[in-house]
């Protein structure tokens, strides 16, 4: 484990360091057998606790850890589709040597008919030594998580929470960018709907990054209640309609996508689309630093053209969701 | 596995003693390569071979297998969904070290389009060492058997067989309770339909029970032919409406679902459903020791305020299902 | 190594010797990273490799690869169903020690909702070593090629290419009648539409084997360029509408199904389809050692009556392509 610190310590090309981040180890007690249903399940610690194991996964390559889960199972629960999620969940746990079982749809699933989700829990945790559920029903997770016996994982219940999306996040903030409190990460897109968004700039708050920049036309502002939580925070703010304005100043630039329908009308739809789509021309102004990060799938709101500015890192996102999930199960497991 | 039997005859809390079930092993060759289509392919020296096989891993505990079945493939081929059954199978592989290959459901499957049974089966043979099927229409899986090169094993077909839930029940039953000469099974519900309750009562009258009573409304009482091969078996019956005035004599009471149209008219539903719910009212009338078992998903036919009592041990039989697939597959790949 | 090649030389029942195909290595750099779409990418010394490598994987058996792929993860991303055809990927990897993940269907996929075929290639790369991709539109590998970091596999693009089917009937030739410049090859049935038929034409072609001929009813001939194809490449070809009268030529008969819609009019159909089915009477003027191959699923264009003639090898052939996908992702993977 010395070994460890002091290479990440030390880094190596396309490492970062992480000063904001104690790297001493906080007991793992407190996240084994620990279900993760909201990012708020998790204190600030026991997040960096995830987010320094993951990187430090990163650091010594993911070969090391190919029998850190010899004969665990992970039961992948997915209620409704979402093979993004399932996939990065599956080949965390077969990287580090465990095995996967469960069901991608609901309609694959007699577990569909009539079953209460309680009594779907208690027999999966004779099943498996860990598992991920999906649900359209907010709060089926938590539910499950209450009468299970193994720890759970909300992969995404309707509109509510995802928190493995945050703990992807909060990852590649650190691998590429470091220190929370010298970042200026700036949300554009649907800042009103989108879980992804509002589950990160909470978490963001918690964690007491360096200041907000929120772009977003006026109908899909931040609601309120968010933007009070974190004033509370003391994290500063600042709001705007215009990507192009105020780019220079942002270190993390997460990208959202904006849904046609949330539109009131077509006209306001087609006069505004093209202001939040990033291309070539506005990452001109952006720094040569600068991380575009996006929870994907995109479809328009990231123009090709920039796919191999090495500024672009949104693909590399998902190799952090790997090793963000490879983190979370080990320390769940007690197995780091 | 002198140890093994040790631990056994001197049990542990929750560890029963089997004195009616001789420990010493029937030969494995008897199993090894055999399909299991009904119960009754397996002689009671075999099914007790699997019971005995399957508590002996329980006493041991899941660990001590992880390699058993290392390099051995089983194929999950559902041409319906059944995913409580499918996931039971598949964590009783991969605790044992082996994988898992398959479909969930028939539409995902381009073998529904057109291919015979018997191609199937034929192919499957060269993709898999064991192979679990299950398939709405009855006798798909005995047509399989006789064309695969590998063990078959009924995972359910139609209303007809279920073999491997009749197993979880007496792996459960010997479990939990001991020596069959000495328990009053009780069955209560819909004994009219339903070849959970069937298969077992047949299998239970086979191995020698020492009595059954029979609850049920009117309309559901168990069909004639199999009513007179129990008799033919020599084991006492007591046939009742009433789960109240008979649940002071039983030592495993087998609870199962009525369904709505199973009844003429709805009146006579509303009228007799209550009886058949269990609660905890009714369950004080019950021995300390009596077991409460259901194949699982409940509906409401018992209710959820006895779930914490300890009779209650449907969960646990969850468990002991894995034990018993565990059991079954590794002595037909001849591994124990 | 030098006791494989013995071992292959010196043979063993069911073991043919191949003459024609150079067992010594070509250089594994080759093909080690590369991508699979069509058989043409493959130089023949790389087509050779992959079947002179399947064939002595099933000399040695196939217990002895159970750690070659140990850590490695193949994705199976099926945007139609193919379950022949992944469960073959599925048990081939397994097979050597590796582990899968994926999807049997895109319903299943949230894959499917609008995300463009470049993104998912550079997301599943992160998650996977090896992929094979089934897509009903043609050119849809091709393109998740481009983007991917990792080796994909056509498994299958519309009417198009299925590359690791011609591999299958190659290495199935090689096993069962060794040297292809010996072999006169005939295929029987529909040769006007079928990419398996014109992709093992084209390669074998390619591969200088020894003569066609093309049966099939007027309607259903090898579409002009094929035909100006092969004999660019110097092989001769018989061209028939009678399979009784050209059989006792033939050393592979190379079954296809002749599907009804195909015809112009029901009368055509009755009055050709008898003469397109192979059958008992029909092989008794068949050399002694020919052998029947067809890509499977059948449905009645081969009778029933002679699965159990020696010279039936189309379930042989499903194994053959267990060993040609486990040669083919070896050395993809740069293990063998």
Chains 1, 2, 3 share one sequence.
Do not use: W
């Not at 990012?39 to 610690?45: I, L």
């Not at 010899?70 to 040597?97: D, H, N, V, W």
């Not at 589950?199 to 309120?224: D, H, N």
């Amino acid at each position: 484990m010395v070994l460890v610190c002091l290479l990440a310590y030390y880094g190596r090309e396309g490492t970062f360091i992480l000063p904001s981040l104690n790297r001493k180890r906080v007991s793992a007690v407190a996240i084994r057998g620990k279900s993760l249903i909201s990012p708020d399940d998790f204190t600030v610690e026991e997040l960096q606790q995830v987010v320094t194991t993951a990187n430090e996964m990163m650091d010594t390559g993911i070969d090391s850890y190919g029998d850190l889960c010899k004969g665990k199972i992970l039961a992948t629960l997915f209620y409704e589709p979402s093979t993004r999620t399932r996939l990065s969940f599956e080949t965390a746990m077969l990287r580090m040597g465990g095995s996967v079982l469960g069901f991608g749809d609901a309609n694959t699933s007699s577990v569909s008919k009539g079953e209460s989700i309680a009594d779907t829990a208690r027999v999966i945790s004779y099943y498996a030594d860990v598992a991920v559920m999906r649900h359209p029903k907010e709060g089926a997770p938590k539910l499950a998580a209450q009468y299970a016996t193994i720890p759970f994982i909300n992969g995404g219940d309707g509109g509510h929470q995802h928190p493995t999306q945050t703990l992807t996040d909060l990852v590649t903030i650190a691998r590429y960018k470091g220190d929370l409190a010298q970042q200026v990460v700036a949300f554009c897109g649907d800042l009103k709907f989108g879980r992804t968004v509002h589950s990160l700039i909470r978490t963001l708050a918690r964690m007491q990054v360096k200041k907000f920049v929120l772009i977003s036309p006026e109908e899909l502002t931040l609601p309120t209640h968010l933007y009070r939580e974190v004033q509370a925070k003391g994290v500063p703010m600042e709001v705007t309609t215009c990507l192009e304005e105020v780019i220079p100043e942002v270190d993390v630039l997460y990208m959202t996508r904006i849904q046609r329908e949330r539109f009131f009308n077509e006209a306001d739809y087609q006069r505004l689309k093209d202001t939040y789509i990033l291309d070539a021309r506005k990452m001109e102004g952006a720094k040569r630093d600068m991380i575009v990060m996006h929870p994907l799938p995109r479809v328009n709101e990231i123009a090709y053209e920039i796919d191999d500015d090495p500024r672009a890192i949104y693909f590399k996102q998902s190799e952090c969701g790997v090793y963000a999930r490879m983190a979370l199960m080990a320390l769940q497991l007690g197995v780091m």
